[in-house]
């Protein structure tokens, strides 16, 4: 009995808001990535051509590689949006 009202309150709590959150990316959520949601400053992009933006900027110490996929690439407050690997996604503050 304890088994089936286990597994019944497990299943339960899956469909619930509480539940496990299906197609949640690790890259992009803070719970996972303490960096998503933080802000950097920018001082100079470089322009490739085909709508997105790079740059390198010190961030926590260290040089990290930044890209702007949307928006126009002007010196300023950035937040990270996605970390991959060493390079951090981010958007206009």
């Not at 959150?21 to 998503?36: F, H, L, S, T, Y």
């Not at 400053?41 to 990290?64: C, I, K, P």
């Not at 949307?70 to 300023?76: D, F, I, N």
């Amino acid at each position: 009995m304890a088994g089936l009202v286990g597994g019944l309150a497990t299943l339960i709590l899956h469909k619930s808001p509480y539940g496990w959150k299906p197609g949640q990316q690790a890259e992009r959520d803070p719970n996972v990535n303490m960096d998503v949601g933080q802000r950097l400053q920018v001082e100079q992009w470089r322009d490739l051509g085909d709508g997105s933006f790079q740059a390198r900027t010190m961030y926590r110490g260290a040089m990290w590689d930044v890209e702007l996929h949307h928006g126009a690439g002007l010196p300023g407050s950035y937040q990270i949006q996605e970390v991959q690997g060493s390079r951090l996604i981010v958007r206009p503050a």
